[in-house]
């Protein structure tokens, strides 16, 4: 529900008040040992035609749901945060950009040096949050305030080299709706991103059928629900189905087979 708030949000500030900020990269990736310190920039832009912006800088945490979704919590409040490892310089926690003014802060991290737990990853998310909304008009034009936010996910590793593992759960196929349920988890270390694959075959005619591939994201231990369209299956027949889960990783390639009728 956050993640769909901000992006309506963006959408109106785009197309009603033409105003908004472009933060990147939209992620930064650390790998220190305990006790350590890391720096990495971020570029902050005001992309307003006419609307100066003041800016705040806040931390907070972030997890996925089982259909992948972003879900936002406050800050050192998951078991796999980082958010009280990291620090801004003071002048940059608030700031002001004029119409096309750009400005890179210095994101620094440092790990303890004895650490709250033995997990081989955290994460965190900065936000750049707009605090002085701007006129604006909603869909039935009715004036609004409108303000804008962006949050950079924050990944940190440490430097030992950890296999990442997919392994496939559940598949099904609903004849009726016409769609691949696909079930997963990500039982390695480290987050692991990847893309699904997927070839459908009539085995009688040796037809094969499109199916559009999909980009996956999971932290460890994500259990991940997918339901994939089949668009073009019209004919009808014997199948057979194969999910292939590439995560990048030549050596831990996933894959899980299905044969079905589609009457």
């Keep these: 529900m956050k993640k769909f708030a901000l992006l309506f949000c963006f959408l109106i500030i785009r197309i009603h008040a033409q105003t908004g900020i472009s933060v990147s990269p939209p992620r930064v990736y650390f790998e220190t040992i305990p006790g350590s310190s890391s720096t990495q920039k971020i570029t902050v832009t005001n992309v307003s035609v006419k609307h100066t912006l003041d800016l705040a800088v806040s931390l907070g945490d972030w997890e996925y749901d089982e259909k992948g979704e972003n879900i936002m919590q406050p800050a050192n409040t998951l078991k796999n945060s980082c958010s009280q490892w990291i620090s ?3 002048e940059d926690a608030y700031f002001s950009l004029a119409p096309g003014e ?8 440092t790990v303890p040096t004895v650490s709250k737990d033995e997990l081989a990853a955290h994460t965190a998310v900065l936000f750049v949050s707009q605090m002085n909304p701007v006129d604006g008009t909603d869909n039935t034009g009715a004036k609004i305030k409108v303000s804008v936010k962006s949050g950079i996910k924050i990944f940190h590793k440490k430097p030992e080299t950890s296999l990442r593992k997919i392994e496939i759960k559940d598949l099904k196929f609903d004849t009726a709706k016409k769609i691949i349920n696909l079930q997963f988890e990500n039982q390695s270390e480290l987050w692991t991103d990847g893309k699904i694959t997927t070839d459908l075959i009539n085995t009688t005619t040796g037809k094969k059928i499109a199916v559009d591939p999909v980009v996956f994201y999971t932290l ?3 259990i991940r629900k997918l339901s994939i369209p089949v668009k073009d299956l019209t004919e009808k027949g014997a199948y057979n189905l194969s999910v292939l889960i590439d995560n990048g990783d030549d050596n831990t390639l996933e894959m899980a087979e299905l044969n079905f009728n589609y009457e």
């Design 220 to 222: 460890p231990g994500n």
């Design 88 to 90: 801004i310089n003071k």
């Design 102 to 109: 750009r400005k890179e802060l210095n994101v620094t991290l």
